[in-house]
C-alpha cells in the first residue's frame, strides 16, 4: 500500500519561509516521478511541481518559479519542498502525491501552511 | 494555457440515479486526462486515468470517456459514499505540466 507522509506545515509571515518533507513507503521510491499539490481553503487542486525520478528534471507552476525547490533523496525515501518568499496566496495544504508524469496515483494527508502575519 | 471547465459546478441527485460530470478544454488535449474523487476532510484519489481506465480499487459504476476537449465522468448508481467532489485533471504534452479543473460537487437532494 502507497502511503505518503508529509510534515513541516506551519504559520509563517509574509515573506518567510518553510520546508516541507514527505516520507514515503509501500512502493519502490526511485521508481517514480513525485509530485506536490496544493490546495487552498475551499477551493480547488493547483499542481506544485514535480521531479524525476532521479532528480534530473523538476518542473513548477508559474506562480512558484524562483522561490519555490523541489528535491528527493531517494535513500531516505524522502521528498521535499522548500518554500521562500512565502505570500499569503500560497496559503493552502500541501499533498505529497506519488506521479507526476501522467496522472496522481498516491496521496498523503497533507500538511497546513498559513501564511500571515 | 490549457484551461479545464467542470459542469455543472453543483450537481444535487438521489441515491440510485446516474451522474454525469462534463469536464471541458479550452484546447484539444491528450488522453491523459484523469479524474480524481475528494471528499471533506481527505485527500483526492484517484478514479479514472487516460480517459477510460480505472484506477486500482475503483467499482465499475464509475467510468470515463470523451477525447479532444470535451471529456465525462459517469456514476451509473450513486452510492452513499460517491456523494462528494470530483476534479478532472490533464497534463501537457511536455513538459509534464498538470492543470484541474475546478470540481463538480455530487450532493444529495
Known amino acids: 500500500e502507497v502511503q505518503l507522509a508529509e510534515s513541516g506545515g506551519g504559520l509563517v509571515q509574509p515573506g518567510g519561509s518553510l520546508r516541507l518533507s514527505c516520507v514515503a513507503s509501500?512502493?519502490?521510491?526511485?521508481?517514480?516521478?513525485l509530485s506536490w499539490v496544493r490546495q487552498a481553503p475551499g477551493k480547488g487542486l493547483e499542481w506544485v511541481a514535480n521531479i524525476k525520478q532521479d532528480g534530473s528534471e523538476k518542473y513548477y507552476v508559474d506562480s512558484v518559479k524562483g522561490r519555490f525547490t523541489i528535491s528527493r533523496d531517494n535513500a531516505k525515501k524522502s521528498l521535499s519542498l522548500q518554500m521562500n518568499s512565502l505570500r499569503a496566496e500560497d496559503t493552502a495544504v500541501y499533498y505529497c502525491?506519488?506521479?507526476?508524469?501522467?496522472?496522481?496515483?498516491?496521496w498523503g494527508q497533507g500538511t497546513r501552511v498559513t501564511v500571515s502575519s | 494555457e490549457i484551461v479545464l471547465t467542470q459542469s455543472p459546478a453543483t450537481l444535487s441527485l438521489s441515491p440510485g440515479e446516474r451522474a454525469t460530470l462534463s469536464c471541458r478544454a479550452s484546447q484539444s488535449v491528450s488522453s491523459y486526462l484523469a479524474w480524481y474523487q475528494q471528499k471533506p476532510g481527505q485527500a483526492p484519489r484517484l478514479l479514472i486515468y487516460?480517459?477510460?481506465n480505472r484506477a486500482t480499487g475503483i467499482p465499475a459504476r464509475f467510468s470515463g470517456s470523451g477525447s479532444g476537449t470535451d471529456f465525462t465522468l459517469t456514476i451509473s448508481s450513486l452510492e452513499p459514499e460517491d456523494f462528494a467532489v470530483y476534479y478532472c485533471?490533464?497534463?501537457?504534452?511536455?513538459?509534464?505540466?498538470?492543470?484541474f479543473g475546478p470540481g463538480t460537487k455530487v450532493d444529495i437532494k
Open positions: 509501500g512502493f519502490t521510491f526511485s521508481s517514480y516521478w
Open positions: 485533471q490533464q497534463r501537457t504534452n511536455w513538459p509534464p505540466i498538470f492543470t
Open positions: 487516460d480517459t477510460s
Open positions: 502525491t506519488r506521479g507526476g508524469y501522467l496522472r496522481f496515483d498516491g
